[in-house]
């Protein structure tokens, strides 16, 4: 049998959730030599709806400055 592989390539995300902020849990951690914030964001979308956003990004980007994500 042979085997399928997908390479991914990193590509912009766009998405609007409206509702009230539930629970924020980030931290800041090192991955490898740079700096990042990682982290959930619960919110709650209607009485029985909460939807969990998962939050990575580097402290800089590719040309040094700060991210606006950060």
Do not use: P, W
């Not at 800041?28 to 029985?48: F, H, M, Q, W, Y």
């Not at 800089?60 to 400055?65: A, D, L, T």
């Amino acid at each position: 049998m042979s085997e399928n592989q997908t390479t991914l390539r990193e590509a912009t995300n766009e998405v609007v959730i409206k509702g009230v902020l539930q629970e924020l849990r980030l931290e800041e951690k090192t991955v490898g030599d740079r700096l990042a914030i990682t982290g959930e964001i619960d919110i709650k979308t209607d009485e029985n709806s909460v939807h969990t956003v998962n939050v990575f990004a580097f402290k800089f980007n590719k040309e040094g400055k700060e991210s606006g994500i950060y």
